[in-house]
């Protein structure tokens, strides 16, 4: 039966450990951990000889501080020396409250136990301060915002007013322009235009030839059913045609001749009706009688001379005396040859038939008012 390798194992005293040659059977057991101190300085192993040729190797002396190694009979179970110190827990052990972690197995502990430091609040505090901030600052740009969209809105209010404002004080200036300017054209129409009212009239005035004797006539109101014109003229211009029982007399302008045909008279009031086959523009008379002072312009054809106008104003309107109707007085200068002709207002309006003239005097005209010739004959 082999030896164990123990305190028995038969080894010479004083041999080396590695030096196996004297166990029994030449076989040596299993080794024990190989613990080797660390020599001293200058120690050092040397090999000598020996008898048989075997090398045995000098054991350097233990170092101070050093425990001796253990017999030979304990080399199997004896455990490494350790520091002083707590006992290390089994791994995985849980570690005591308080106290340092395990240490892994097989390794020495690392000192007393040092907790971590703690983390600084400080530094945590940064993300939340900055979102605050952040929040803060949004918030005001989005108040002020507001605050200019609000006010930006009063101020659009308030311009949409002036302008509404302004608008209405344009269409009310604009209708007061609008009123004025028809005013100042009323008083232009009112205004006295001798050449305007003649150029309007002079087309429908025409000279009458009766007989030996001429005057004036003039075309008034609208055309006849068969297409002709009406005129109206004094009655002692046809007098001598009508008591000699002709009726043709002749209308002249511009070296056109027409022949016309008395149609009635009223040798009350001076005044004849003629009617011609030609077509002329009848003149407008006036709704209303005239008025002293009203200027008037009169159309005829003094002594023969066509186309001849004056001017003057209405110097009274006379009642009706005796067998005769009333008149109109002017002072615009008249001659034999006006006769029939148009007395004619600023409106480019009939308001008579000049008849005669004062002798002896200046200034002195008479007229038939127009309103007594139409309401005798019905043609205006």
Request: glycine share 14%.
């Amino acid at each position: 039966m082999t030896a164990g390798f123990g305190a028995q194992d038969g080894r010479p005293e004083g041999a080396a450990p590695h030096d196996m040659s004297g166990a029994a059977g030449g076989r040596p057991g299993p080794l024990p951990p190989r613990i080797e101190p660390h020599p001293p300085a200058g120690a050092s192993w040397s090999a000598s000889p020996t008898a048989g040729g075997v090398h045995q190797q000098a054991v350097p002396g233990p170092r101070a501080g050093w425990s001796p190694p253990p017999s030979a009979a304990q080399w199997s179970a004896a455990p490494q020396a350790t520091p002083p110190g707590p006992a290390p827990l089994p791994y995985g052990t849980a570690t005591p409250q308080g106290g340092p972690p395990p240490a892994p197995y097989g390794s020495a502990p690392a000192g007393p136990y040092a907790p971590p430091p703690p983390a600084r609040p400080g530094r945590r505090r940064w993300p939340m301060v900055l979102a605050t901030a952040l929040v803060v600052l949004l918030a005001a740009v989005t108040g002020v915002q507001a605050y200019q969209l609000d006010r930006l809105g009063d101020r659009l209010a308030a311009t949409d007013k002036r302008l509404a404002q302004g608008q209405d004080g344009d269409a009310a200036r604009l209708d007061g322009l609008e009123k004025r300017a028809d005013e100042l054209e009323k008083q232009a129409g009112a205004a006295f235009n001798p050449e305007a009212v003649a150029s309007a009239v002079l087309p429908s005035v025409f000279r009458v030839r009766a007989g030996q004797f001429t005057g004036s006539a003039f075309a008034v109101g609208k055309p006849t059913s068969d297409g002709g014109t009406n005129l109206f003229t004094n009655f002692h211009v046809v007098e001598a045609v009508w008591e000699g029982g002709g009726r043709q007399v002749f209308l002249e302008r511009t070296d056109q001749r027409f022949p016309a045909t008395i149609v009635k008279v009223d040798k009350t009031n001076d005044v004849a009706h003629l009617r011609t086959t030609g077509k002329f523009t009848g003149l407008v008379t006036a709704p209303t009688a005239v008025k002293s002072g009203q200027q008037i312009i009169v159309v005829g054809a003094p002594l023969g001379l066509e186309d001849s106008v004056t001017t003057g104003v209405v110097s009274a309107l006379r009642s009706a005396q005796g067998s005769s109707g009333p008149t109109i007085q002017f002072d615009a200068p008249i001659n034999p040859g006006n006769s029939g002709g148009p007395v004619i207002n600023g409106s480019k309006q009939v308001v008579g038939i000049a008849t005669a003239k004062a002798r002896d005097a200046e200034g002195i005209g008479l007229a038939v008012p127009i309103k007594v010739a139409c309401d005798g004959f019905k043609i205006c």
